[in-house]
T-cell receptor, first 114, second 112 residues
Framework: GEKVEQHESTLSVREGDSAVINCTYT??????FPWYKQEAGKSLHFVID?????DRKQSQRLTVLLDKKAKRFSLHITATQPEDSAIYFC?????????????FGIGTRVLVRP | EAGVTQSPRYAVLQEGQAVSFWCDPI?????LYWYQQPRDQGPQLLVY????????NSQLPSDRFSAVRPKGTNSTLKIQSAKQGDTATYLC??????????FGKGTRLTVV
């Protein structure tokens, strides 16, 4: 089955700097790659996703890049703010009509320092 | 619009006891998922439904776990004879087909 590896377990950045989280996946049939944010004691909150028909997607300060050849995708957060501090999970799915069976990475704890 | 609703929010059991978790997905969402999230790990899929049909339950420990979604709306996940290794947060999620998956707040289970 699919395996998703999240390469950074923790990331500490200064407020205003950029943060980058990298993930790799194993299933060449995966076509949907969402990112979720989990704040302390809370559930997962969707932040951004990308499908395999594009290699870049941006939403405000968030950009997702997808390299299908390398089976790698990444989340870039620019101009980080204290409220960006959380655990970020990447996930992958084949995304077919039967639903989105998501396989998650282990999570990256992002700490934005003042 | 109401999100995914789960109850209870917390449960504490002794080993060997049974527990049920309930989930109400977002209205109109045909696909419902149950995930298990151990502490400091990512969520792991247990089972998911399309309407009332089980699509994949390959990761559900079938000897002690069961899940149903009889009318294709609400769902119940049950653990018979809980073990300490079942300690985790149980997350319910829903989507419309293969669109964005929305998660509930979860049920934090502690088995002592």
């Amino acid at each position: 089955g699919e395996k998703v590896e999240q390469h950074e377990s923790t990331l500490s950045v200064r407020e205003g700097d950029s943060a980058v989280i990298n993930c790799t996946y194993t299933d060449t049939a995966s076509s949907y790659f969402p990112w979720y944010k989990q704040e302390a004691g809370k559930s997962l909150h969707f932040v951004i996703d990308i499908r395999s028909n594009v290699d870049r997607k941006q939403s405000q300060r968030l950009t997702v890049l997808l390299d299908k050849k390398a089976k790698r995708f990444s989340l870039h957060i620019t101009a980080t703010q204290p409220e960006d501090s959380a655990i970020y999970f990447c996930a992958a799915s084949r995304g077919n009509s039967a639903g989105n069976k998501l396989t998650f990475g282990i999570g990256t704890r992002v700490l934005v320092r003042p | 619009e109401a999100g995914v609703t789960q109850s209870p929010r917390y449960a504490v059991l002794q080993e060997g006891q049974a527990v049920s978790f309930w989930c109400d997905p977002i209205s109109g969402h045909d696909t419902l998922y149950w995930y298990q999230q151990p502490r400091d790990q990512g969520p792991q899929l247990l089972v998911y439904f399309r309407d009332e049909a089980v699509i994949d339950n390959s990761q559900l420990p079938s000897d002690r776990f069961s899940a149903v979604r009889p009318k294709g709306t609400n769902s119940t996940l049950k653990i018979q004879s809980a073990k300490q290794g079942d300690t985790a947060t149980y997350l319910c999620a829903s989507s419309f087909k293969d669109t964005e998956v929305f998660f509930g707040k979860g049920t934090r289970l502690t088995v002592v």
